[in-house]
């Protein structure tokens, strides 16, 4: 089964720098690679799909890209409101398998 | 507007089954498969399974592979999961959320799908 890696686990920046968060896949899974965001006590919001499309309402501060099996997601300039946790998800396969990467907590330093 | 209510707090005892609802509203309910997440406390998420709620067909993740079961009930727009024989580390947050399809790859000749809309989750815990 493929399984999904996120480095690092945790990361501590300040609002306005720009952080790259990394996501990799044991096998390739071409682009099916989705990004979402998480808030304590809520459930997760969709940021990226296909690796690098933006979902409708983010803000283009939020970026993606990569394929195969190694991908990014890059926030351009930290907002206090982005400070979450971040997982990674494939959504490969047919039928699609939707496993999560372990999550990477971002912080305020 | 586009949402899904889940089903109210459960505490379960170990070896006993829970069932959690999700209740569609908003959109074509048959259009969209559901998919199934947990999340233990002070852990990830793990995706559980999907179903289409068009023709029941269903995918379970290899770990939970003969004690959940996804079913749907179109005459009230609600999705189920059902877990058997509960134990103490399946003591999680239950979300259900939309498997939408966003983009289609002629290359791979499939879609790209996301998970757009989210229930509000489902505390099940498991106690003796």
């Known amino acids: 089964d493929i399984q999904m890696t996120q480095s690092p686990s945790s990361l501590s920046a300040s609002v306005g720098d720009r952080v790259t968060i990394t996501c990799r896949a044991t096998?390739?899974?071409?682009?099916?690679l989705n990004w979402y965001q998480q808030k304590p006590g809520k459930a997760p919001k969709l940021l990226i799909y296909?690796?690098?499309s933006l979902q409708s309402g983010v803000p283009s501060r939020f970026s993606g890209s990569g394929s195969g099996t190694d991908f990014t997601l890059t926030i351009s300039s930290l907002q206090p409101e982005d400070f979450a946790t971040y997982y990674c998800q494939r959504s490969f396969g047919t039928p699609p398998l939707y496993t999560f990467g372990q999550g990477t907590k971002l912080e305020i330093k | 507007q586009v949402q899904l209510v889940q089903s109210g707090a459960e505490v379960k005892k170990p070896g006993a089954s829970v069932k959690v609802s999700c209740k569609a509203s908003?959109?074509?309910?048959?259009?969209?498969?559901i998919i199934w997440v947990r999340q233990a406390p002070r852990e990830g998420l793990e995706w559980m399974g999907r179903i289409s709620v068009y023709n029941g067909n269903t995918n379970y993740a290899q770990n939970l592979q003969g004690r959940v079961t996804m079913t749907t009930d179109t005459s009230t727009n609600t999705v189920y999961m059902e877990l058997r024989r509960l134990r103490s580390d399946d003591t999680a947050v239950y979300y259900c959320?939309?498997?939408?399809?966003?983009?289609?790859?002629?290359?791979?000749?499939?879609?790209?799908?996301?998970?757009?809309?989210w229930g509000q989750g489902t505390t099940v815990t498991v106690s003796s």
């Open positions: 296909a690796a690098s």
């Open positions: 908003g959109y074509t309910f048959t259009s969209y498969g």
């Open positions: 959320a939309r498997e939408l399809p966003l983009l289609y790859s002629s290359l791979q000749e499939d879609y790209y799908y996301g998970m757009d809309v």
């Open positions: 096998q390739s899974i071409s682009s099916f």
